[in-house]
């Protein structure tokens, strides 16, 4: 993979946020950051993805937009980065082999955590090897508007009994925002002013995305 001015060498923790980011908000953004200051992590790279095996690809906008998009909101914070790992590679992609591909990137010593909000990490089990995923990274899995803190806890407890895996549970600032709203909003002609980043909300504009 090509890397410029990236030196990752040095890194010691890595945090994934995994996502479709159509578009990158700041609930994406909030969250992203409180997990790099709980843990104390390196670097946060956000791993837009490619075919999703969940979504409808057709529905899903151009993986270069998103990237880019990715790019103008992260801009302002260096522990934040965008991979391309994902909509790089053909065909579907999998959470499981951008880990392992990951790990031998940074090799053994580098400390690997993966980011989910409360909706995904419902749907963990619907995910290609879940339980080797498990033993491969530490799981974050934070809180998120609309979806019951009691029960991520108790899914948290589960998966930490049930597989042995390193997983944790963290409140984030809550912000209702999702990229579904975001897309809805576009179309309908209403504000998405401090929902995403001004950069984004420029660059929606001037692609003329999501209407
Ligand atoms: P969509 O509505 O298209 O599904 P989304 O807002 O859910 O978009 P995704 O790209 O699907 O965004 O989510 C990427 C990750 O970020 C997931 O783990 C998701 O749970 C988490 N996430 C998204 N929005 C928030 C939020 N407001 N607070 C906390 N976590 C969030
Ligand atoms: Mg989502």
């Not at 994406?28 to 979504?55: C, Q, S, W």
Request: proline residues 5%; neutral net charge.
């Amino acid at each position: 993979m090509r890397n410029i001015n990236k030196n990752y060498s040095s890194l010691k923790s890595l945090a994934i946020m995994g996502g479709t980011f159509d578009p990158i908000h700041y609930g994406h953004l909030v969250t992203a950051e409180a997990v790099r200051y709980k843990y104390n992590i390196d670097k946060v790279l956000f791993m837009p993805a490619g075919n999703p095996p969940h979504k409808e690809y057709d529905k899903i906008t151009h993986s270069e937009h998103r990237y880019l998009m990715g790019v103008l909101a992260t801009a302002t914070n260096p522990y934040f980065d965008v991979s391309r790992m994902e909509i790089d590679r053909k065909g579907v992609t999998y959470t499981i082999d951008t880990i392992k591909s990951l790990r031998q990137m940074y090799g053994e010593e580098i400390e690997l955590y993966f980011i989910t909000g409360a909706d995904a990490i419902k749907e963990i089990f619907t995910w290609k090897n879940p339980e080797e995923l498990f033993k491969l990274c530490t799981f974050v899995a934070v809180t998120r508007p609309e979806y019951y803190k009691e029960e991520l806890i108790e899914k948290v407890k589960t998966i930490r009994n049930e597989y042995e895996s390193k997983i944790h549970f963290l409140e984030v600032p809550a912000l209702s925002i999702s990229s579904t709203d975001i897309r809805n909003r576009v179309k309908n002609k209403m504000p998405i002013k401090y929902l995403v980043p001004e950069s984004v909300e420029n660059y929606i504009y001037k692609f003329n995305l999501y209407i």
